[in-house]
């Protein structure tokens, strides 16, 4: 794919907003997959591997250092999920296969995820927070939307379906 992921991002304000330059989707922590067997669709709750060169003025005050997102992708079908025991560290690829679809792929020495899905991804979720020991993303987390804030100062357990469902 000649694209980045972040050009399928949608809305593309919010990445844009944080980084000078998207980084590539290596190293990145999968926190979560979650399956909607409404959509289909198919939900990873990932750490990016670089924080955001231009964080708001809080995050910095915080001292925060991950930058943790949801991508929502659409019309999934051909799952093929083996290994998972989370969080796993991963490179996620995603690559043109055919009109208006992609091939996603993760892997990692513990787990492997490919599916095919629609070419829009959508991005919700973000917040920032401190990893904590283990890697663990239990502590706060400051939220960038203004419901997310409000509602939420660390990520809700899954029993929460408004967090995980929509984006």
Known sequence: MNRSWADLVQPAAQLNALYTS???LVSVTVRSIRLDRFGPSLTLRIDLPVFPQKPPQEWSAAGLDRLQCQLRFTAVEHL???GWNPPATADVGLEECGAR???VTAHSRSFGLTFEAADTVLIGHLSAFTAGEGETDAGPHQFVA????????RIPGSEERTFYERI
């Open 22 to 24: 998207v980084p590539p």
């Open 80 to 82: 093929d999920l083996t």
């Open 101 to 103: 679809r992609i091939r």
């Open 146 to 153: 203004k419901l997310d804030a409000h509602r939420f100062d």
